[in-house]
């Protein structure tokens, strides 16, 4: 990279201004599927950081030596070994969580955000950068996830990672778990970052470099 | 596909090809010393077929050889896993057992195994006793379709009174906060504790159990609470009959008081 404030730019960009949940609107599926409790979303956001940061170290090594022609088939195929190690890892190491993502974990595989990241980013850059990207990414990710599982849990369950946080009488919301309360969760977010966008772009009338990537 | 960084100084790609959308930002950057390497970063557009085939069934062989390895690495964590959250189980629905000893099915008969044959393949059944060595009953599996998905439980049976002990739900992705209270519902869980299947288990009302066959319904989980029932009818009816009997099978409970209802056999 240039500069070396590069790098720390790559991962920030990663982790907030173009967050892959937020503004990139990428991995949708498993971030509204997971994330009726907070610790779902951690659980999915470590398997997806784990799968991210090894593919895109992988495909930035070995960048030179895959021919273009094939390198979306190589990008499966070390994503999706990957995803069969977590998924086996898990299910040895922590069998309650795996039982609570189920089908999620391999679903990782069709994760559009990590595919997309190998071929934006990881197939064009040396490791370094690739690697700081990633990991900016799947915090991103995680960050959004457990902001999303959050808040459905508060709303929907009256309590967080586990504890109770609303007071006695609280009626949980139950369609804050159910699949509807993942759509207004994240509409709600969506439009809260779209506000803080516009306000910092008010302060700052010409912010260069504001555009987000395109997905895939 | 946006390029990530903005790319000033690049000349205009031609559109004819997609393949020429990649490039080495790397070379550009004046860090690559191999830019226009032939061995390493073909310019021709087109590779021999002989190296995209390698490429792939290196690719393909080495995440091969990478699975084998983390599957057999993991197998044995992963079983005793699975057999130890059966085994909680199985002592969660007979209240009062506190070691059990599995049973296997073999060419229709329902045998003690054979601990020296390694792990128990097949269906298990378990058979629980107390402290004393008194038989309790049998945790017994059953499965069969619920509102989302096959519903797998293990059922507490006691072939003494004839009677439903204890039910726990194995696998379950009923909806979460409705159909999931197969588990959680105080009431409905309570109806299994003790649950005559004669003439057959029946589901009622929230709260309207009054008969010995009659399990609390659920409100909002109307199809999972029905599942449970009818395989809890299932599984007992399909296992009764070929359960050995305890009171002659196990050698500790010889000197058993408990007195032995009339046969089924």
């Known amino acids: 990279m240039k500069r070396p404030t590069d790098l720390h730019d790559t991962f920030r960009r990663g982790l907030w201004r173009d967050n892959p949940v937020f503004i990139a ?3 949708l599926c498993p971030a509204l599927a997971v994330t009726n409790s907070a610790i779902n979303g951690v659980a999915l956001g470590a398997a997806t950081t784990f799968v991210l940061l090894t593919a895109s170290t992988l495909v930035s090594s070995f960048r030179k030596v895959i021919p273009k022609q094939v390198r979306i088939t190589t990008f499966i195929i070390i994503i999706a070994t990957f995803v069969t190690v977590a998924d086996l890892v898990l299910a040895a190491m922590a069998p309650a969580i795996h039982a609570e993502l189920g089908a999620f974990i391999p679903l990782i595989v069709c994760n559009c955000l990590i595919l997309g990241r190998q071929e934006a980013f990881a197939f064009r850059k040396p490791v370094k950068p690739a690697v700081v990207d990633a990991a900016g990414m799947s915090i991103g990710f995680t960050v959004a996830l457990v902001m999303i599982g959050g808040i459905r849990e508060i709303l929907g369950s009256g309590t967080l990672f586990g504890v109770i946080v609303m007071p006695a009488g609280f009626e949980p919301w139950i369609i804050m778990i159910l699949p509807p309360g993942g759509f207004f969760t994240i509409a709600l977010l969506l439009a809260l970052m779209a506000h803080l966008k516009a306000r910092r772009e008010a302060r700052l009338p010409r912010h260069e470099d504001s555009e987000p990537e395109g997905a895939v | 596909m946006a390029d990530p960084l903005p790319q000033t100084s690049s000349p205009p790609k031609p559109a004819s090809s997609n393949l020429t959308v990649i490039d080495d930002d790397g070379a550009r950057d004046g860090t ?37 390895t983390v599957f057999l690495a993991t197998a ?5 896993n699975r057999i130890e959250a059966l085994e909680r189980a199985a002592l969660d629905v007979l209240p009062g057992a506190e070691r059990f000893e599995v049973f296997v099915e073999q060419d229709g008969r329902v045998v003690r195994h054979d601990p020296s044959l390694g792990s128990p393949s097949g269906t298990t059944v378990y058979a629980g006793f107390d402290g004393d060595g008194e038989p309790i009953g049998f945790a017994i599996p059953g499965s069969g379709p619920g509102f989302q998905d096959t519903l797998e439980i293990l059922i507490g049976w006691d072939p003494f009174r004839r009677r439903v002990i204890g039910m726990a739900v194995l696998e379950t992705r009923e909806t979460p906060g409705l159909g999931d209270k197969i588990i959680t519902d105080p009431d409905f869980t309570a109806s299994f504790e003790s649950l005559s299947v004669e003439p057959t288990a029946v589901l009622v009302g929230p709260g309207a159990r009054s008969e010995e066959n009659e399990v609390d319904g659920i409100s909002g989980a109307t199809i999972s609470a029905q599942a449970i029932v009818n395989i809890v009818n299932d599984s007992v009816s399909a296992w009764d009959q070929r359960l050995p009997d305890l009171t002659t099978e196990s050698e500790q409970s010889k000197d058993t008081t408990r007195e032995r209802p009339e046969q089924a056999q």
């Open chain 1, 25 to 27: 609107l990428l991995g």
């Open chain 2, 32 to 68: 690559d010393l191999c830019h226009g390497c032939d061995t390493k970063l073909p310019q021709a557009p087109q590779p021999s077929p002989l190296r995209l085939i390698l490429t792939l069934g290196i690719a393909g062989s080495l995440s091969g050889l990478l699975l084998v």
């Open chain 2, 76 to 80: 044995p964590a992963i079983e005793r």
